[in-house]
């Protein structure tokens, strides 16, 4: 009988980067006292395109991580990468956080600060503009207005001139309504 490989997952390669973008200490008022515990705020992605955020709370700084890392997985999202920027500018918020993201010429660079750093490194886009415009300095709602803000992006999509919609010209909406009446 053969046995099934239980540690498939071991082996298996590690595809995506995590970095760890916030770690609080967060307490909790029982009537024994106070109960402490940490809050880890990861962002994973693979730098082609997928990226996502994970929080997790734990006794231990090392649990919190590990189950936020597994939350950051889980909730991946897909962000349309055009030559290494975004198709459009898109704008997000999210609690107190608003920000604006721009397209940028290839060389330009990351102009980004924090959070929003982090998550367009993580999602493999490497020219890109980003305006923090609230004044919130919450790196958790700052993320969160990012992934917002990605998951708002459309695709670019060529457009040839066979595909563009033809115009009619006047003789043939006049043959239209004929044939209708």
């Given amino acids: 009988m053969l046995r099934k490989n239980r540690n498939f997952k071991r082996n298996e390669k590690k595809e995506f980067d995590s970095r760890l973008l916030d770690l609080a200490r967060v307490t909790r008022v029982t009537a024994g ?34 189950k936020a890392t597994r939350a950051a997985q ?36 990351l102009v980004a600060g924090g959070a929003v750093r982090t998550i367009c490194e993580l999602a493999g886009i490497k020219n890109i503009s980003s305006k923090l415009i609230s004044k ?30 033809k115009k009619e010209t006047k003789e043939e909406k006049v043959q239209k309504s004929k044939d209708a009446s």
């Avoid at 705020?41 to 590990?66: C, H, L, M, P, Q």
């Avoid at 030559?83 to 993201?101: F, R």
């Avoid at 300095?137 to 695709?155: D, Q, V």
Wanted: no cysteine; net charge positive; proline share 5%.
């Fill in 33 to 66: 006292g106070k109960r402490l515990s940490f809050r880890a705020v990861i962002v994973s992605g693979n730098k082609k395109g997928k990226i996502g955020v994970g929080v997790a709370k734990g006794r231990d700084v090392a649990i919190a991580i590990e």
């Fill in 74 to 109: 889980k909730n991946m999202i897909e962000v349309p990468v055009l030559q290494e920027t975004i198709p459009h500018q898109v704008d997000a918020k999210y609690s107190s956080a608003y920000l604006i993201l721009r397209p940028q010429a290839k060389g330009r660079g």
């Fill in 136 to 165: 919130s300095r919450n790196k958790l709602n700052i993320a969160r207005a990012t992934i917002k803000a990605l998951l708002k992006l459309r695709p670019a999509v060529d457009k040839k001139k066979e595909d563009l919609p």
